[in-house]
């Protein structure tokens, strides 16, 4: 048991120090997670050398708690799953492109396939206004909206149909602002965003008062899936309780 554990506290690790090497964020639970197993391995072995019988009420109390989170997690996992292969309808009036980061000037990763989805969807969704959401956070020389609006007039979009939204910083704030420039909550409105993060974005939209929005899921970095699906289930889990969903 210590050995498994023991391997399992090591691959979280080293994926801990894989995305701290490239700046992800929330990448601290895999620390924490490391940590838990190594524990958990020192704490049994320890057990097992002294001969130590641990309380029985205590463990009910430990597996039941553990018991709960896996279920949570679980369940946030298969809502998020649920709409990772969202399609627009073909009659959009509005498609909000909601903002990630950008690299000075360049689209991140993330923000590419977001706006390529778009792209690729736009003319088949009835060529509605595009309404680009994201301001300027820290390491972006430019807002996120003015970003995706270079790269889709690029792909031949004409300019007159986006709207940019360029003060939000959260995807909350997207959908509010969006709201505030345009009736799309009245609206035929397609939400865009990686698969991973369709779910949330569309609950939070109908919380909002958006009466007839569908989700439009673009891809993401495979490499990094793992974790933004972990990540994703905490923030699900987060907005749950703070009554945004």
């Known amino acids: 048991m210590e050995l498994i554990l023991g391997i399992l506290g090591l691959l979280c690790a080293l994926y801990f120090a894989l995305l701290v090497s490239i700046g992800m964020d929330f990448s601290w639970i895999w620390l924490v997670g490391a940590v838990l197993f190594w524990g958990i391995a020192a704490v049994h072995k320890y057990t097992v050398l002294h001969s130590i019988v641990i309380a029985k009420g205590l463990k009910i109390a430990v597996i039941t ?108 704030e997207n959908l509010q602002f969006c709201a505030r420039l345009s009736d799309c909550k009245e609206k035929k409105t397609g939400i865009v965003s990686n698969n991973f993060h369709v779910y949330r974005a569309l609950k939070l939209a109908k919380k909002q008062g958006y009466q007839d929005v569908c989700g439009v899921a673009a891809g993401s970095d495979w490499r990094y899936q793992i974790h933004y699906m972990v990540r994703e289930a905490f923030a699900l889990v987060k907005e749950k309780i703070k009554g945004n969903i």
């Open 65 to 172: 708690v553990f018991a709960i989170g896996l279920l949570v997690f679980v369940i946030a996992e298969g809502c998020i799953v649920s709409r990772m292969s969202a399609e627009p309808k073909e009659d959009l009036d509005y498609m909000v492109v909601l903002g990630a980061q950008v690299h000075g000037e360049r689209p991140s990763r993330a923000l590419k396939l977001r706006l390529e989805k778009a792209a690729q969807e736009w003319e088949r969704c009835g060529k509605p206004t595009l309404l680009l959401s994201g301001g300027q956070g820290d390491g972006e020389s430019i807002t996120e909206a003015e970003c995706m609006k270079r790269f889709l007039v690029e792909k031949g979009i004409p300019e007159d149909k986006m709207i940019l939204e360029d003060e939000s910083v959260s995807t909350m």
